[in-house]
Structure formats: structure tokens, C-alpha cells
């Protein structure tokens, strides 16, 4: 069984999110753990229509983000990975720096020293040398960093398609078997 540690912070996003956490809950013989900010509750709503009680129950297992004696906190409590979707620039600037002010912060703090799988999806657009320089750090102390930059060669055609393809390519991270994306199979 695969512990899979979700974390969903305020930035926009949540379209990507709430399809990942219904993959993960599909998927074979993964547990989900979620962590969702005060922000993300927020944004949540104005972007997806859903209240934070139907992203929970995506998941097999939530904590509050003050809970700093959750499981999570711990880097004895062990998962396969954790990945923070969408991760706001904030939180990325925590993570890259070592700040462990919320439960959030903490979890992919363990996640990294503990040498696990760690995937930031930074949603923001243009980027500032700060940014740039935070996705640098967190890079340069574990992390994988993956913007949400859809892949066109599958010639999607729907929205959804396009969430499906980059909830795919972090399962792939993760090592979670799939079936969201069109695999390219060469110009022949």
C-alpha cells in the first residue's frame, strides 16, 4: 500500500487538484492523507463550485493545517511521497527555506529530509527572480518541480482532458499506475 500525502494550498488550481484526489482514489492499493490550507477552502469554492468537506472525502485520511501532531509532522511516520497541488508561491518559499509553520510546511519539510519523493505544482504566471529562485532551491534540496504545463501532442479536447493529462504525469512521479495519459509513441 502506498501512503501518498497530498497537500492543497490557496492558489488557483483546484480543477487540477480535485482531479488528482479522485485518481489517487481510484488508483490501486494507495491511501491518501490531505492537508488542505485556510486559503485553499477559499478558493476551493470560487473555482470549483465544492466545499472543503467534498475534497476531504476524496481522501482517506485530513488533517488540519495547525495540527502539528498529525502523523505527517513526523519523519518516523512513514509514505511513499507527498506533492502539494497547486502549491501557491508562499508555500513554495517556505518549503525552499526550511519554514515549518503549519502542518503543511512541516510534512514536505519531513518529506525532503527524509530523502522522499516531494512534487510542488507552482501555479502562478509571470514568474519574479524570487519565484524562479525558491523553485531553484526546493529543486536543489529534493524537490520536483512541475508547473502545470499541459502537453498538446495528445491533441486534447476538452478541459478536462488537459487536467487528466498533468494528474497523470504526477501519478507517473509518484509511481502510481494510470491510464490519464496518451503515451507518445514517436512520430510514426
Known amino acids: 500500500m502506498k501512503r501518498i500525502v497530498v497537500g492543497v494550498t490557496g ?3 483546484m480543477p487540477l487538484a480535485v482531479t488528482l484526489l479522485k485518481a489517487l482514489a481510484w488508483a490501486q492499493d494507495v491511501e491518501t492523507h490531505l492537508i488542505v490550507s485556510d486559503a485553499a ?11 472543503a468537506d467534498e475534497l476531504i472525502a476524496l481522501a482517506d485520511r485530513s488533517y488540519a493545517p495547525a495540527d502539528f501532531g498529525a502523523a505527517p509532522a513526523s ?4 509514505h511513499s511521497g507527498m506533492v502539494i497541488c497547486p502549491c501557491s508561491m508562499a508555500t513554495l518559499a517556505a518549503v525552499a527555506n526550511g519554514l515549518g509553520s503549519n502542518l503543511l510546511h512541516r510534512a514536505a519539510d519531513v518529506t525532503l529530509k527524509e530523502r522522499r519523493p516531494l512534487i510542488l505544482v507552482p501555479r502562478e504566471t509571470p514568474l519574479s527572480r524570487v519565484h524562479l529562485r525558491n523553485m531553484l532551491a526546493a529543486d536543489e534540496a529534493g524537490a520536483v518541480i512541475m508547473p502545470p504545463m499541459p502537453g498538446f501532442y495528445s491533441n486534447p479536447a ?3 482532458d488537459l487536467l487528466d493529462h498533468l494528474a497523470g504525469r504526477i501519478l507517473d512521479h509518484l509511481g502510481i ?11 510514426s
Open 11 to 13: 492558489a488557483s488550481g
Open 41 to 51: 477552502r477559499e478558493v476551493l469554492r470560487l473555482e470549483s463550485g465544492m466545499d
Open 75 to 78: 519523519g518516523s511516520w512513514q
Open 158 to 160: 476538452t478541459i478536462q
Open 177 to 187: 499506475a494510470h491510464s490519464l495519459v496518451k503515451r507518445w509513441e514517436g512520430l
